[in-house]
Protein backbone atom coordinates (compact mmCIF):
# COMPACT_ATOMS: atom_id res chain seq x y z
CA UNK A 1 0.00 0.00 0.00
CA UNK A 2 1.26 3.12 -0.79
CA UNK A 3 2.34 4.86 2.78
CA UNK A 4 2.05 8.34 0.93
CA UNK A 5 -1.58 8.78 1.81
CA UNK A 6 -0.81 8.84 5.74
CA UNK A 7 -4.03 9.64 7.22
CA UNK A 8 -5.79 6.49 4.68
CA UNK A 9 -4.33 4.19 6.95
CA UNK A 10 -7.26 5.19 9.38
CA UNK A 11 -9.59 2.98 6.49
CA UNK A 12 -9.63 -0.79 6.40
CA UNK A 13 -7.64 -2.39 3.65
CA UNK A 14 -9.81 -2.59 0.80
CA UNK A 15 -11.11 0.81 1.24
CA UNK A 16 -7.75 1.93 1.11
CA UNK A 17 -6.67 0.44 -2.20
CA UNK A 18 -9.56 1.49 -3.81
CA UNK A 19 -9.02 5.37 -2.82
CA UNK A 20 -5.23 5.26 -3.86
CA UNK A 21 -6.09 4.10 -7.07
CA UNK A 22 -8.19 7.47 -7.46
CA UNK A 23 -5.18 9.68 -6.77
CA UNK A 24 -3.68 11.73 -8.97
CA UNK A 25 0.08 13.58 -8.13
CA UNK A 26 -0.46 18.07 -8.44
CA UNK A 27 2.28 20.19 -7.80
CA UNK A 28 1.38 23.95 -6.50
CA UNK A 29 4.19 26.40 -6.43
CA UNK A 30 4.67 28.43 -3.49
CA UNK A 31 2.04 31.60 -2.83
CA UNK A 32 -0.55 29.86 -5.36
CA UNK A 33 -3.69 29.00 -4.64
CA UNK A 34 -5.12 25.12 -4.38
CA UNK A 35 -8.72 26.76 -4.82
CA UNK A 36 -10.53 30.03 -3.59
CA UNK A 37 -13.37 30.31 -1.36
CA UNK A 38 -17.10 30.27 -2.89
CA UNK A 39 -15.36 28.61 -5.75
CA UNK A 40 -17.27 25.07 -6.19
CA UNK A 41 -15.24 22.18 -4.70
CA UNK A 42 -14.92 18.97 -7.35
CA UNK A 43 -11.96 17.35 -5.45
CA UNK A 44 -9.87 16.91 -2.10
CA UNK A 45 -6.43 16.53 -1.50
CA UNK A 46 -3.98 15.00 1.00
CA UNK A 47 -0.40 17.26 1.18
CA UNK A 48 2.60 15.06 0.55
CA UNK A 49 5.08 17.91 1.28
CA UNK A 50 5.03 21.58 1.56
CA UNK A 51 2.63 23.52 3.88
CA UNK A 52 -0.26 25.85 2.93
CA UNK A 53 -2.32 28.41 4.51
CA UNK A 54 -5.94 28.22 5.17
CA UNK A 55 -8.19 31.90 4.99
CA UNK A 56 -11.37 32.35 5.49
CA UNK A 57 -13.55 35.65 5.37
CA UNK A 58 -12.47 38.82 3.75
CA UNK A 59 -15.77 40.50 2.75
CA UNK A 60 -14.89 44.11 4.86
CA UNK A 61 -11.41 43.90 4.67
CA UNK A 62 -8.61 41.13 4.51
CA UNK A 63 -8.85 37.42 4.88
CA UNK A 64 -7.77 35.67 8.11
CA UNK A 65 -5.15 33.26 8.15
CA UNK A 66 -7.08 30.82 10.52
CA UNK A 67 -4.70 27.73 10.43
CA UNK A 68 -2.07 26.05 8.23
CA UNK A 69 -1.82 22.44 6.84
CA UNK A 70 1.16 20.06 5.63
CA UNK A 71 1.88 16.35 5.16
CA UNK A 72 -0.56 13.93 5.56
CA UNK A 73 -3.73 16.54 6.19
CA UNK A 74 -6.86 16.56 4.08
CA UNK A 75 -8.31 19.36 2.58
CA UNK A 76 -11.66 20.13 0.77
CA UNK A 77 -14.17 17.47 2.35
CA UNK A 78 -16.34 19.79 3.21
CA UNK A 79 -17.04 20.88 -0.60
CA UNK A 80 -17.02 17.41 -1.69
CA UNK A 81 -19.27 15.81 0.64
CA UNK A 82 -21.33 18.63 1.58
CA UNK A 83 -24.85 19.21 0.12
CA UNK A 84 -23.59 23.05 -1.31
CA UNK A 85 -20.51 21.81 -2.81
CA UNK A 86 -18.58 25.40 -2.35
CA UNK A 87 -15.18 26.02 -0.84
CA UNK A 88 -15.33 27.30 2.55
CA UNK A 89 -12.17 28.87 2.89
CA UNK A 90 -9.26 29.88 0.29
CA UNK A 91 -6.42 27.73 0.40
CA UNK A 92 -2.65 29.07 -0.73
CA UNK A 93 0.57 27.32 -0.51
CA UNK A 94 2.81 28.80 1.52
CA UNK A 95 6.18 26.78 0.13
CA UNK A 96 6.12 24.41 -2.84
CA UNK A 97 3.39 21.94 -2.64
CA UNK A 98 3.03 18.18 -3.60
CA UNK A 99 -0.54 16.60 -2.87
CA UNK A 100 -2.80 14.12 -3.85
CA UNK A 101 -5.52 14.64 -5.82
CA UNK A 102 -9.03 12.86 -5.52
CA UNK A 103 -11.78 13.49 -7.60
CA UNK A 104 -15.36 13.97 -6.28
CA UNK A 105 -16.80 11.71 -8.46
CA UNK A 106 -14.73 9.32 -7.27
CA UNK A 107 -15.01 9.81 -3.64
CA UNK A 108 -18.78 9.50 -4.05
CA UNK A 109 -18.36 6.64 -5.67
CA UNK A 110 -16.12 4.98 -3.35
CA UNK A 111 -18.84 5.38 -1.07
CA UNK A 112 -21.42 4.10 -2.41
CA UNK A 113 -19.60 0.85 -2.75
CA UNK A 114 -17.79 1.11 0.70
CA UNK A 115 -19.53 2.98 2.97
CA UNK A 116 -17.06 1.90 5.60
CA UNK A 117 -15.02 4.76 4.14
CA UNK A 118 -17.34 7.47 5.55
CA UNK A 119 -15.02 6.35 8.82
CA UNK A 120 -12.22 8.12 7.51
CA UNK A 121 -13.96 12.16 7.32
CA UNK A 122 -15.48 11.56 10.29
CA UNK A 123 -12.36 11.01 11.96
CA UNK A 124 -10.85 14.47 9.92
CA UNK A 125 -14.07 16.25 11.10
CA UNK A 126 -13.56 15.15 14.65
CA UNK A 127 -10.08 16.34 14.65
CA UNK A 128 -11.06 19.63 13.54
CA UNK A 129 -13.71 20.31 15.68
CA UNK A 130 -11.48 18.86 18.37
CA UNK A 131 -8.20 21.66 16.94
CA UNK A 132 -11.13 24.82 16.64
CA UNK A 133 -12.48 23.89 20.84
CA UNK A 134 -8.47 24.17 21.96
CA UNK A 135 -7.88 26.83 19.68
CA UNK A 136 -11.13 29.05 21.16
CA UNK A 137 -10.23 28.20 25.29
CA UNK A 138 -6.45 29.76 23.69
CA UNK A 139 -7.75 33.07 22.77
CA UNK A 140 -9.56 32.91 25.90
CA UNK A 141 -7.09 32.02 28.34
CA UNK A 142 -3.64 33.15 27.11
CA UNK A 143 -2.18 36.31 26.25
CA UNK A 144 -1.02 37.15 22.86
CA UNK A 145 2.65 36.21 23.24
CA UNK A 146 1.93 33.42 24.23
CA UNK A 147 -0.69 32.16 21.92
CA UNK A 148 2.30 33.63 18.98
CA UNK A 149 4.90 30.99 20.73
CA UNK A 150 2.20 28.55 20.39
CA UNK A 151 1.28 28.96 17.10
CA UNK A 152 5.08 28.36 16.05
CA UNK A 153 5.29 24.68 18.50
CA UNK A 154 2.37 23.41 15.85
CA UNK A 155 5.64 23.47 13.56
CA UNK A 156 8.51 21.73 16.22
CA UNK A 157 7.65 18.16 15.06
CA UNK A 158 6.42 18.96 11.47
CA UNK A 159 9.25 18.24 9.77
CA UNK A 160 7.65 19.98 6.30
CA UNK A 161 10.02 23.21 6.79
CA UNK A 162 13.69 21.85 7.17
CA UNK A 163 15.21 25.40 5.95
CA UNK A 164 12.48 27.15 8.26
CA UNK A 165 9.07 27.92 8.91
CA UNK A 166 7.20 29.40 6.18
CA UNK A 167 5.71 32.38 7.69
CA UNK A 168 5.68 35.97 7.99
CA UNK A 169 5.10 37.97 10.35
CA UNK A 170 1.72 38.97 9.20
CA UNK A 171 0.78 35.36 9.14
CA UNK A 172 1.76 34.96 12.49
CA UNK A 173 0.03 37.52 14.11
CA UNK A 174 -3.14 36.56 12.32
CA UNK A 175 -2.74 32.70 13.59
CA UNK A 176 -2.25 33.77 16.98
CA UNK A 177 -5.13 36.43 16.90
CA UNK A 178 -2.69 39.72 17.31
CA UNK A 179 -1.83 42.71 15.97
CA UNK A 180 1.12 42.73 13.82
CA UNK A 181 2.67 45.36 16.10
CA UNK A 182 2.37 42.07 18.90
CA UNK A 183 3.78 39.74 16.50
CA UNK A 184 6.84 42.03 15.83
CA UNK A 185 7.70 42.91 19.15
CA UNK A 186 7.57 39.08 20.30
CA UNK A 187 9.97 38.21 17.30
CA UNK A 188 11.82 40.84 17.92
CA UNK A 189 12.53 39.87 21.61
CA UNK A 190 12.76 36.46 20.95
CA UNK A 191 15.56 37.22 18.33
CA UNK A 192 17.25 39.13 20.72
CA UNK A 193 17.37 36.21 23.46
CA UNK A 194 18.42 33.84 20.62
CA UNK A 195 15.64 31.71 20.14
CA UNK A 196 15.19 32.20 16.52
CA UNK A 197 15.82 34.35 13.43
CA UNK A 198 13.97 35.83 10.75
CA UNK A 199 14.29 36.04 7.56
CA UNK A 200 11.65 37.11 4.51
CA UNK A 201 8.52 35.26 4.99
CA UNK A 202 10.55 32.70 6.81
CA UNK A 203 11.25 31.87 10.81
CA UNK A 204 13.91 29.67 11.82
CA UNK A 205 13.73 28.42 15.37
CA UNK A 206 16.91 27.69 17.27
CA UNK A 207 16.01 27.21 20.56
CA UNK A 208 12.91 24.88 20.63
CA UNK A 209 12.65 24.41 24.13
CA UNK A 210 13.43 27.75 25.10
CA UNK A 211 10.06 28.72 22.34
CA UNK A 212 8.00 25.61 24.25
CA UNK A 213 8.71 27.23 27.42
CA UNK A 214 7.29 30.39 26.91
CA UNK A 215 4.50 28.79 24.90
CA UNK A 216 3.72 27.32 28.27
CA UNK A 217 4.54 24.29 26.68
CA UNK A 218 7.08 22.24 28.63
CA UNK A 219 5.25 20.28 31.06
CA UNK A 220 4.82 16.21 29.94
CA UNK A 221 1.33 16.56 29.21
CA UNK A 222 1.00 19.92 27.42
CA UNK A 223 1.63 19.13 24.12
CA UNK A 224 -1.12 20.58 21.36
CA UNK A 225 0.33 19.87 17.98
Known amino acids: MDNRLGMLDLLPEPERTALARCARQVRFPNTSYLYHQGQPG????????GRVAIWSGGERGRPTMVNTAGPKDMLGEL?????????????????????????????????????????????VLVRRVERLT??????????????????????SDSG?????????????????GVSLRLASNVLTAARADGLLR???NEITVLDWPGVRRRAGLSGPAARRE
Do not use: K, M
Open 198 to 200: TGR
Open 42 to 49: GSLYIIES
Open 79 to 123: AVLGSENTRTASVQALADVRALQFDSRDIHALLARRPRAYLLFID
Open 160 to 176: DAPGGIPLAQHHLASLA
Open 134 to 155: AQVAEYADLDGATRIYRQLCVF
